[in-house]
């Protein structure tokens, strides 16, 4: 979208952007030494044409133009998945995916797995991911991937998918994951009926199959041809699991599951970038949206050795086809005060459109990226979502400077409390954040209540950041146990409101009342305090009683929970005010402990396991959760303080570890005792 330029600043640029091109299309035509991407290149000869078209009396007689030749939603049953929904972590080039590998190569070794893995490339379909459970062979739910833990129940709108068996051939009970997708020719159809009736258009067909799984009348995704490809199997029972990604793939073709046909085994990086480069070229011939490759460790053997991260698998990762990109003018940066008072620079961009979406604003992170960027007011920038989700400024096009772009300067004081501001001490030197130490606010304590409410939170569906500061700023709310006063007359005579959606906010927060006690600790905002620390902290501790009696050196002493959020936690909840507002929430709330534990006398309760080497009797993850629903606790490390370590087929250097401290080495077998003593 080009940006209003008064008639001399066009005629400026319109040289600027020419000389600009000009020396672009040298670099890559005549040197091959491209310095930016096609798609900025693109987006600048856009700009000119636009220009040009309105300014014709500015074009140029050696003009570059002249060588043209031709969320949840609020209408469904939220449902807690039996296997939790991971995502893949993303590469965007092939020496990442060769870091990748590396990384993989030294976890097996690690291991003690000398082994090499073969791999299984798979196409990375855009679509929605979801999540299919059968008992017996019989289709008993669907739903989307949510927040991985908490997914909607889109069971009757999946049932009308005719690539999703109703009945499997064999009475497995398993849980299948897919990905839902439409056509590209059926969006277009849907374009036009919605613009023949003034409806807003779909962007994509990614966008266009979410949305039709989200209507609440069965028989309008019924007329909408709804594909889904399966790519994955979990919680299996009933027949001999497949053995390889491979076995995996044929089996779901057997049941009868639609799956995308080209998948390859390949035995090299080489093979696969020789098919991420196939593809980058053919992808958009598909009549499905494509961004990217899957590629898998074949063998489940080394995938169960693998294991996870806290939130993706380490035997698979996302070949991302480069990301959409454009340029545009840097307007203006202001600066943001996030909930733990930490300032973000946010640059206010002419409005652009990547993927679908109209762009207006992207991160600049930090003081230190904006000087690495040397990004200034006035500057055209190249900028990119990367991993199709966040806004990103990745460069600066220095030649169409001006001379009259602004460096920007981090204020000294909050722009909302005008607090004077802090760069903390993080080991040698400092951090490149700043951060406002008022602990009064406005900005930390409304995106406070956004972060409470947000999907990693309570997941209030309804309760966005726009409604937040709406009921802020007229004083409906005033702290966070204020959501839980509020009444449906308090809500419905609002702008926005009426009965009905009234009765959809009360509806979902009484929903989310009873939060399980990890996201609770979340929720609170705790600097340091991430959702795996709060798992951690909710895992060993058990009881919001517990947590809120627990002293510095209890944090410390819980493995995974380091100083840093140690010393964070234990300050928070010893200020007066936190107290307060946690009391009152504690009125309002059933706060869930984790699940109860298998046995009653905690058998393993302050044992610590490490687990090395291939289990033969069991998966590495199946024998982390028996120690778990024990009491017991489960860490990747070996130190004095482990009890004992467990040691399967081909263990690896923790073995060694093990033997060096003295820490009590037992086989799986004893292990397996232990488990039944």
């Avoid at 609020?74 to 080039?93: M, T």
């Avoid at 019989?138 to 009757?156: H, L, M, S």
């Avoid at 959606?501 to 905002?525: E, H």
Wanted: proline letters at 4%; charged letters at 30%; a positive charge.
């Amino acid at each position: 979208m080009p940006i209003n330029h008064s008639k001399k600043e066009a005629k400026k640029r319109i040289l600027k952007l020419g000389q600009s091109i000009s020396r672009h299309i040298k670099l890559y035509h005549e040197e091959d030494k491209p310095e930016i991407s096609d798609e900025s290149y693109d987006a600048l000869f856009k700009e000119l044409l636009a220009l040009e078209e309105k300014y014709p009396e500015f074009k140029t007689k050696d003009s570059p133009t002249l060588r043209i030749g031709g969320r949840p939603s609020k209408g469904f049953v939220k449902v807690r998945h039996d296997v939790l929904q991971w995502s893949f972590d993303n590469v965007f080039d092939f020496e990442e995916l060769k870091k990748w590998e590396e990384k993989t190569f030294r976890f097996l070794k690690k291991e003690g797995i000398a082994k090499r893995p073969s791999y299984v490339s798979e196409l990375k379909i855009d679509g929605l991911k979801v999540v299919l459970t059968y008992k017996s062979g019989i289709f008993v739910g669907g739903a989307t991937r949510g927040d991985g833990e908490i997914g909607e129940d889109i069971t009757n709108n999946l049932k009308t998918v005719k690539s999703i068996p109703l009945k499997l051939s064999k009475k497995i009970s398993m849980t299948v994951m897919g990905e839902a997708w439409m056509k590209k020719s059926g969006l277009a159809h849907i374009n036009r009926q919605r613009k023949k009736n003034g409806l807003a258009l779909y962007a994509n067909t990614r966008n266009l199959a979410a949305g039709t799984l989200r209507q609440l009348d069965p028989k309008i995704v019924a007329s909408r041809n709804i594909q889904v490809f399966a790519y994955d199997v979990e919680s299996f029972s009933g027949a001999p699991a497949p053995k390889t990604q491979l076995e995996e793939l044929a089996f779901l073709e057997q049941l009868g599951f639609l799956v995308n046909p080209a998948y390859r085994r390949v035995e090299s990086l080489g093979e696969i970038e020789k098919i991420y480069k196939e593809w980058s070229r053919k992808r958009d011939k598909e009549e499905y949206g494509l961004d990217g490759l899957v590629i898998k460790v074949n063998e489940h053997e080394l995938c169960q050795a693998l294991g996870f991260t806290a939130k993706s698998p380490r035997w698979g990762i996302a070949y991302k086809f480069k990301a959409e990109e454009a340029t545009t003018v840097l307007l203006n940066i202001h600066v943001q005060v996030g909930r733990t008072g930490a300032i973000t620079p946010v640059a206010h961009l002419g409005p652009v459109r990547i993927a679908g979406s109209l762009v207006k604003r992207a991160t600049l992170h930090n003081i230190d990226e904006i000087n690495r960027l040397d990004a200034r007011v006035g500057d055209t920038v190249m900028l990119r979502k990367a991993g199709d989700v966040i806004p990103e400024i990745f460069g600066v096009i220095k030649e169409l400077r001006t001379g009259k772009e602004k460096k920007f300067k981090m204020p000294h004081k909050c722009p909302v409390c005008a607090t004077l501001l802090v760069r903390e001490e993080a080991g040698k030197g400092q951090s490149v954040a700043f951060y406002c130490p008022s602990r009064t606010c406005p900005a930390k304590h409304g995106e406070g209540f956004v972060h409470f409410v947000g999907k990693k939170g309570l997941n209030i569906d309804g309760l966005g950041e726009k409604i937040i500061y709406e009921f802020l700023d007229i004083g409906l709310i005033q702290n966070i146990p204020d959501i839980f006063k509020l009444k449906k007359e308090d809500i419905e005579e609002l702008p926005g409101f009426g009965e009905k959606s009234a009765d959809n906010l009360i509806a979902s927060i009484n929903i989310s009342r009873g939060v399980p006690l990890a996201k609770f600790l979340y929720a609170l905002g705790i600097r340091h305090v991430g959702e795996e620390t709060a798992r951690d902290i909710a895992n060993n501790l058990g009881t919001i009683k517990v947590v809120l009696s627990a002293n510095e050196e209890d944090f410390i002493a819980i493995d995974g929970v380091g100083e840093k959020s140690a010393h964070s936690i234990s300050e928070y909840l010893k200020d007066s005010h936190n107290k307060k507002i946690i009391d009152k929430l504690l009125t309002c709330l059933k706060i869930e402990n984790p699940p109860k534990l298998e046995n009653k006398n905690l058998k393993l309760k302050g044992l610590t396991f490490v687990l090395t080497g291939t289990l033969s009797k069991m998966s590495r993850d199946v024998a982390k959760e028996e120690i778990l629903k024990r009491g017991g606790n489960v860490t990747e490390s070996v130190s004095k303080k482990i009890s004992f370590v467990v040691m399967g087929e081909n263990p690896g250097s923790k073995f060694d570890d093990a033997k060096k401290l003295g820490v009590r080495i037992i086989s799986e077998g004893e292990f397996i005792k232990l488990l039944k003593l």
